[in-house]
C-alpha cells in the first residue's frame, strides 16, 4: 500500500470548516483514499473513502486531485466532537484490506 | 446494529501470564481484524479472518500471539507469557468484506498493562 504524509497538527476554529490534507504521492491506480478518525479512548471511525472522484456523505467531504497524488477531508462546520486524531489511508482494492494506519493529524477544535 | 463488541475494556497483568480477549464483529460481518495500538501511534494490523479462516497474520504476531475465531462468529485472541512490551490496546475490526469497499467497523479496544 502506498504511504501517506499528513501534518502532525491542525487547529481550527468551532464552527468553520476543517480541511485535512493528505499526500499519496506513490498511489497506484486501484488503491482507495480512506480517511478514519480516532476519538480519545475509543477505536478508530470510519469517515469515507474514494477512488477518483470527489465524494460526500453525511460527515465530510472528500476532495482528490486528478493526478490522485493529495487529497483533502473537509468537515465543513468542524465542533468540538470533531477533536481527534484523523488517519489518511491508501489500501488496494485486491479482495480484502489490512488498512496501514501512520500517525495521523490531531486536529483541535477550539471555541 | 450493536456494533463491535470487545471484552474486557482494561486487563492489568503480571509479566509471565496468559492472557485472553474476546470480540464480538458485528453479526452479518464475515471479516474480522485484530489491531494493536501503543501510546502515540497508529493502530497496527496483526491478523485477519475471512469467516473462520486465519488468511493473513502480521511479523508483529510473535508465537506467543495465537487468534481464532470458531465457526466464523465471535474471536479470541490469546497472549501466552506477557512480557512488558506487550502493554497496548488491542482493537477488533470487522467488515461486510465488499470487494472494493473495505469499510472497518472498530471496538472500543481491550487496553492491556503488563506489570
Known amino acids: 500500500d502506498a504511504k501517506t504524509t499528513q501534518p502532525t497538527s491542525m487547529d481550527c476554529a468551532e464552527g468553520r470548516a476543517a480541511n485535512l490534507p493528505c499526500n499519496h504521492s506513490t498511489i497506484s491506480g486501484n488503491e482507495y483514499v480512506y480517511w478514519y478518525r480516532q476519538i480519545h479512548s475509543q477505536g478508530p471511525q470510519y469517515i469515507i473513502h474514494?477512488?477518483?472522484n470527489n465524494e460526500t456523505n453525511e460527515m465530510a467531504s472528500l476532495i482528490i486531485t486528478e493526478d490522485r497524488k493529495s487529497s483533502t477531508l473537509i468537515l465543513p462546520h468542524a465542533t468540538l466532537r470533531d477533536t481527534a486524531v484523523y488517519y489518511c489511508i491508501v489500501s488496494g482494492n485486491s479482495g480484502y484490506s489490512t488498512l496501514t494506519f501512520g500517525k495521523g493529524t490531531m486536529l483541535l477544535v477550539s471555541p | 446494529d450493536t456494533g463491535v463488541s470487545q471484552d474486557p475494556r482494561h486487563k492489568i497483568t503480571k509479566r509471565g501470564q496468559n492472557v485472553t480477549f474476546r470480540c464480538d464483529p458485528i453479526?452479518?460481518?464475515?471479516?474480522l481484524y485484530w489491531y494493536r495500538q501503543t501510546l502515540g501511534q497508529g493502530p497496527e494490523f496483526l491478523t485477519y479472518f475471512q469467516n473462520e479462516a486465519q488468511l493473513e497474520k502480521s511479523r508483529l504476531l510473535s508465537d506467543r500471539f495465537s487468534a481464532e475465531r470458531p465457526k466464523g462468529s465471535f474471536s479470541t485472541l490469546e497472549i501466552q507469557r506477557t512480557e512488558q512490551g506487550d502493554s497496548a490496546m488491542y482493537l477488533c475490526?470487522?467488515?461486510?468484506?465488499?470487494?472494493?469497499?473495505?469499510?472497518?467497523?472498530f471496538g472500543s479496544g481491550t487496553q492491556l498493562s503488563v506489570l
Open positions: 453479526s452479518e460481518h464475515n471479516r
Open positions: 474514494g477512488l477518483k
Open positions: 475490526a470487522s467488515s461486510l468484506g465488499l470487494s472494493g469497499s473495505e469499510k472497518l467497523f
